[in-house]
């Protein structure tokens, strides 16, 4: 067994394994304020800015199935967003990839984990109905960002003390 000095503890190689899988994550991006966007250019900068796709992605699906359940009056199923979703994306001279019922469910599931969307039955809406506002002030930030940060503040304060250790 190799052993590693640091000038005062000894540390085993065999320590116990931490796990390093994720609990919970969110990828949150800031950009420019959203006046002067409309339509499908601010629904992908929401998408963009919430981390549901990544900077200069082409395979940018999930925001014509997000903007279709954002002007959506009613509960909308799933066979019906691919419609509208694949009739928006032909309408706005975009290619047709990725509108499969397949990558549909999976990109209604990748909002519904963020909590933007719910489903009942087989319809999905925004969820509870709520403005996006407030989805993401009562769900967003005060499941996934609060969290988040407070876990970041202990990792934080039990590197401090570990440093303190070295230090002296």
């Known amino acids: 067994m190799q ?30 304020k959203p006046f002067r966007l409309e339509g499908r250019e601010l629904v992908k900068k929401l998408c963009l800015s919430l981390g549901l796709l990544q900077p200069g992605d082409t395979r940018d ?39 499969t019922p397949a990558n549909v469910r999976r990109q209604l599931r990748r909002l519904k984990e963020l909590m933007l969307i719910e489903k009942k039955g087989k ?21 996934y960002i609060e969290p988040i940060s407070e876990r970041v503040g202990e990792y934080c304060s039990y590197v401090d003390k570990l440093r303190e250790e070295w230090l002296t």
């Open 123 to 143: 319809y999905y809406s925004l969820t509870e109905g709520e403005s996006l506002k407030n989805i993401f002030e009562e769900k967003i930030r005060k499941f």
């Open 61 to 99: 699906v999930i925001v014509d199935i997000f903007y279709v359940l954002v002007k959506a009056k009613q509960p909308v199923e799933s066979k019906e967003i691919e419609e509208r979703a694949a009739f928006f994306r032909k309408e706005n001279n975009l290619t047709g990839l990725g509108i």
């Open 3 to 32: 052993d590693y000095w640091n000038g005062s503890k000894t540390f085993s190689a065999k320590m116990r394994k931490i796990k390093e899988t994720p609990l919970s994550g969110i990828i949150l991006r800031k950009y420019e």
